[in-house]
């Protein structure tokens, strides 16, 4: 794993997905989860073999690493790890989280989502691990309310010890699907990625 040295203790936030790819709602959210819950660090992970995705139809993990690394070089908060793509078998959270903690050892860590994964956490592999290992970060956005949340937040807490903060984020409406439609439909992405992102998109013929 990519990570910069330290010596106290941090507050290290990991971000998942398969970034296929990343944009713009990826970044503004890992900003805001670290101006709001002062994190030292973001580390975004490229899923490898998800148990939520067909990877059928998921873009080669290099080309998603290479874009990450790209849509990042600018921010010092923000580094990237390939260790979900470069493990074997399927890629779950709580394994990603104890891989993590053993290299974090005296460190924090905040598990970015959306908001709307809350619902139903609790059918995610080992939720009682994931709760023990790291703090939850729900961003909420879309026009979701958060007094709608606090009841699952409740629930979750009273059923795994599950901690959750809100990240306050302004609303994005774009995802990875619609970004590679407009590629394929010859529409422009120029501000909905990253420059760099869109350079290397176009010049790598992706999503064609």
């Known amino acids: 794993m990519e990570n910069k040295s330290h010596s106290i203790k941090r507050k290290i936030g990991l971000m998942g997905g398969t970034f296929n790819p990343i944009h713009y709602g990826h970044l503004l959210i890992a ?61 779950y959270t709580y394994l990603t989280l104890r891989a993590l903690k053993e290299h974090f050892k ?30 939850i970060l729900a961003a909420v956005r879309d026009g979701l309310n958060i007094e709608k949340l606090m009841p699952i937040r409740e629930q979750l807490w009273h059923r795994y010890g599950t901690r959750v903060g809100f990240i306050n984020t302004p609303n994005f409406s774009v995802s990875s699907n619609i970004i590679r439609q407009r590629v394929m439909s010859h529409y422009s992405i120029r501000y909905l990625v990253p420059e760099t992102v869109r350079e290397y998109i176009k010049k790598q013929s992706i999503y064609l």
């Open 31 to 91: 900003e805001n989860a670290c101006e709001q819950f002062q994190l030292g660090e973001v580390i975004f992970m490229p899923a490898g073999n998800s148990p939520h995705k067909d990877s059928s139809q998921i873009l080669d993990s290099q080309k998603r690493m290479d874009m990450i690394r790209l849509a990042i070089a600018d921010n010092p908060h923000f580094s990237c790890s390939d260790y979900e793509i470069s493990k074997e078998g399927i890629s």
């Open 106 to 135: 005296d460190d924090e860590l905040y598990f970015i989502m959306g908001a709307d994964s809350l619902a139903y956490f609790d059918t995610w592999r080992c939720p009682d691990e994931i709760s023990r290992l790291s703090i």
